[in-house]
């Protein structure tokens, strides 16, 4: 298995410009959760997906940033417009519903906003 | 909501020596707790996982142990390694569910 599968590894835009981050979650897991990483605030989880159906949005920091999940092999994340401070990792995970089972992490995206 | 708190921030040990992170835990509903490692460029791994009905797991030199009446559980790693550097974090969920982590312990273990 290849894993989640994020892209692109890193993203390097202009203020005011639209970022959409990419996932591809492990075949067979069926909830998807988006992750944004920085020193100051950790791991913040930012919204979940079960069965493509988003259950929780209530990390997503403004109406600036919206999540989609349109089948059960994608997900994008999208930031616009976006803005220095959203510069962070973001990262992708995969696990499977109703099992207790840990998540599996993509290897993130790097943004940076300039 | 879940919080998790974890301590400590940073932990340098000598090679060979134990290390231990602890971790505390807000929401008694919580079932699920995961401890990840990760490594410089690279997404969290999962490395142990404890689930609430359970006080003790051991792989190999990692174990993990839990005490859901004080609502803490803790890492230990013994004689560690260089490869052992990593930051760890630690996580608590309901059902595998909304996962909350921790502030990351950064350890370092010197040759």
């Known amino acids: 298995d290849a894993g989640v599968i994020q892209s692109p590894r890193h993203e390097v835009t202009e203020m005011g410009q639209e970022v959409t981050l990419r996932c591809k979650p492990i075949?067979?897991?069926?909830?998807l959760f988006w992750y944004r990483q920085t020193m100051m605030r950790g791991l913040e989880l930012l919204i979940y997906?079960?069965?493509?159906?988003?259950?929780?949005d209530s990390g997503m920091p403004e109406d600036r940033f919206s999540a989609k999940m349109p089948n059960a092999s994608f997900s994008t994340l999208k930031i616009q417009p976006s803005e220095p401070r959203d510069s962070a990792v973001y990262f992708c995970?995969?696990?499977?519903?109703?099992?207790?089972?840990?998540?599996?992490f993509g290897s993130g995206t790097r943004l940076t906003v300039v | 909501g879940e919080n998790v708190e974890q301590h400590p921030s940073t932990l340098s040990v000598q090679e060979g020596d134990s290390a231990v992170i602890k971790c505390t835990y807000s929401?008694?509903?919580?079932?699920?707790f995961p401890w990840y490692k990760q490594e410089l460029g690279k997404g969290p791994q999962l490395i142990i996982d404890?689930?609430?009905?359970?006080g003790e797991k051991k792989d190999q030199r990692i174990a993990v142990t839990l005490n859901k009446t004080a609502k803490h559980f803790s890492l230990h790693i013994t004689e560690t390694q260089p490869e052992d550097s990593a930051v760890y974090f630690c996580?608590?969920?309901?059902?595998?569910?909304?996962?909350?982590f921790g502030a990351g312990t950064r350890l370092t273990v010197k040759p």
């Open positions: 995970a995969s696990t499977i519903r109703g099992v207790i089972y840990g998540y599996t």
């Open positions: 075949s067979g897991h069926n909830s």
């Open positions: 997906f079960n069965n493509n159906v988003p259950i929780d």
């Open positions: 929401d008694s509903a919580s079932n699920y």
């Open positions: 404890i689930r609430s009905n359970v």
């Open positions: 996580a608590a969920s309901k059902f595998n569910n909304d996962m909350r």
